[in-house]
């Protein structure tokens, strides 16, 4: 029998260093709308939702014909919005999509659905190959190192590994946030503590480390173009008309 997988698309209209840029017209949409047609248009999912804090967003989606849910509780976390939101549905897999990502392609999503396939996969996530060792120095791109099996070993915001042996030849992952969760795994999440790792790094995902949680990571080439600042959605607004 078929599992049934379902994408949700958590959306907070406040956003610290760029307010309102879910509804930031890029184009002739808001960035949320593109993110949640380009989440339809891969044809993975049996449902797709957005939930959202913002009668502005949930007003956006359900008038051109989507699928919105008002969240209830005040959230710290797009997890924890998305808890709320699917506890009560009939769903195998949530895969959560973040909705300042408009440029989201099928790819990704196809391989982060496909660890799945393997029953012991609880949660999964997506990680690239950086460009080169420099860019593995900014903090604000997470790396992660893995066993063979795929399964996540740590997330840091630190260069991992530390090249002892200067004629080591190691590759540099960036961890793409885009995850998926068996609905077990992901309520559970909202029940645990904030683990001391995770408050250290400011790193949810090492909560699940924590709590000896295996996250199966899925290698994609997909390069990201998050709208985080007015400068992001220049970019992507270039980016859309080339």
Known sequence: MKQKIIA??????AATRFPAKLMQLLGDKPVIV???EAVMKSGLFDAVFVVTDSTIIYDEITGRGGKAIMSIGQHESGTDRIAEAVR???AAVIVNVQGDEPFI???PLQKIVALFDKPEVQVGSLMRLFPDATAAQNPNAVKVVTAKN??????SRSVIPFKRDEDAVIPYYLHIGVYAFRKAALLNFTTWPQTELEKAEKLEQLRFLENDVAIYMAETDYVTLAID???DLEKATAFLNR
């Open 105 to 107: 392609q099928t790819e």
């Open 229 to 231: 600042t007015p400068e």
């Open 8 to 13: 949700v698309i958590p959306a907070r209209y």
């Open 150 to 155: 795929g399964k996540a070993l740590y997330f």
């Open 34 to 36: 593109h993110t949640y």
């Open 88 to 90: 009560d549905m009939d």
